[in-house]
């Protein structure tokens, strides 16, 4: 697509914007240990992988009456993980004490970092293009954002809680759509998810831009667009 015809740029969030500090499972493993919950780090790991792999997203068809919102998708997939690893669960009162620790833990300043490339990138595109962040993130991300010094780079975050509806579905690629105001052929969508993210913009009409392990950086995107404003 000609870059000239961009005139809004959407981002995904985490393992585009942001990323983990820490592998998942040592931050799941040090919050279990708070509440007695014995289980190796590795262990966890790979069984978040293998969880998160075949749990349908949150609002798909799938489990939309068992999980109602995000957090309750959450739960469940945090004591399918721990199972999973084969680590003893305590009682459910006190489950709920150690998984609203853990989901607390995931907004905590210092448990995410901004891509290298983040700020560097923004400070030269969002003069220059509407930039929304479009992502499968929960509401716990503006304060993420904020604490990294990039919400203010954006117009507003379409986040899959507030939408009801996750990536790849048509759906959240239209409410950027609407608040835009624009045609899709208009607008590039940035994300490392090959599907929600690759598949998903294209099957909406929008460019998308390949970033992640064996793709592009974040940083390409400025000569990507360099054509597109003076």
């Given at each position: 697509?000609p870059p000239?015809?961009?005139e809004a740029?959407t981002?995904d969030?985490?393992?585009t914007?942001?990323?983990?500090?820490?592998?998942?499972?040592?931050?799941y493993?040090?919050?279990?240990?708070?509440?007695?919950?014995?289980?190796?780090?590795?262990?966890?790991?790979?069984?978040?992988?293998s969880?998160?792999?075949r749990t349908?997203l949150p609002f798909?068809d799938?489990?939309?009456?068992?999980?109602p919102?995000?957090?309750a998708?959450?739960?469940r997939?945090?004591?399918?993980v721990f199972?999973?690893?084969?680590?003893k669960?305590?009682?459910e009162?006190?489950?709920?004490?150690f998984?609203?620790?853990?989901?607390?833990?995931?907004e905590?300043?210092?448990t995410?970092?901004?891509?290298?490339?983040a700020i560097a990138t923004?400070e030269?595109?969002?003069?220059?293009?509407?930039?929304?962040v479009?992502?499968?993130?929960?509401?716990r991300?503006r304060?993420?954002?904020?604490?990294l010094?990039?919400l203010?780079y954006?117009?507003?975050?379409?986040?899959?809680?507030?939408?009801?509806?996750?990536?790849p579905?048509?759906l959240?690629?239209?409410?950027?759509?609407?608040?835009?105001?624009?045609?899709?052929?208009?607008?590039?969508?940035v994300g490392?998810?090959?599907?929600c993210?690759?598949?998903?913009?294209?099957?909406?009409?929008?460019?998308h831009f390949?970033?992640?392990?064996?793709e592009?950086?974040?940083g390409n995107?400025n000569e990507e667009?360099?054509l597109?404003?003076?």
């Amino acid at each position: 697509m000609p870059p000239s015809l961009i005139e809004a740029i959407t981002f995904d969030a985490a393992g585009t914007l942001i990323h983990l500090a820490e592998p998942v499972g040592v931050s799941y493993s040090r919050v279990a240990a708070e509440f007695g919950i014995a289980a190796d780090s590795d262990d966890l790991g790979l069984a978040f992988a293998s969880v998160w792999k075949r749990t349908p997203l949150p609002f798909a068809d799938e489990n939309r009456a068992e999980d109602p919102h995000e957090k309750a998708w959450w739960r469940r997939l945090v004591r399918e993980v721990f199972l999973e690893a084969q680590a003893k669960l305590p009682n459910e009162e006190r489950f709920e004490d150690f998984f609203n620790a853990l989901y607390r833990h995931f907004e905590s300043p210092g448990t995410w970092k901004g891509d290298p490339e983040a700020i560097a990138t923004l400070e030269i595109l969002s003069p220059r293009f509407r930039c929304l962040v479009l992502s499968n993130f929960d509401a716990r991300l503006r304060k993420i954002l904020a604490d990294l010094k990039l919400l203010n780079y954006f117009e507003t975050c379409l986040l899959s809680c507030e939408l009801g509806a996750s990536k790849p579905d048509p759906l959240v690629f239209q409410a950027a759509e609407n608040w835009l105001q624009l045609p899709p052929e208009r607008i590039i969508h940035v994300g490392d998810d090959p599907l929600c993210d690759w598949e998903g913009a294209k099957a909406a009409g929008f460019a998308h831009f390949r970033v992640g392990k064996d793709e592009r950086k974040l940083g390409n995107l400025n000569e990507e667009l360099s054509l597109a404003r003076p």
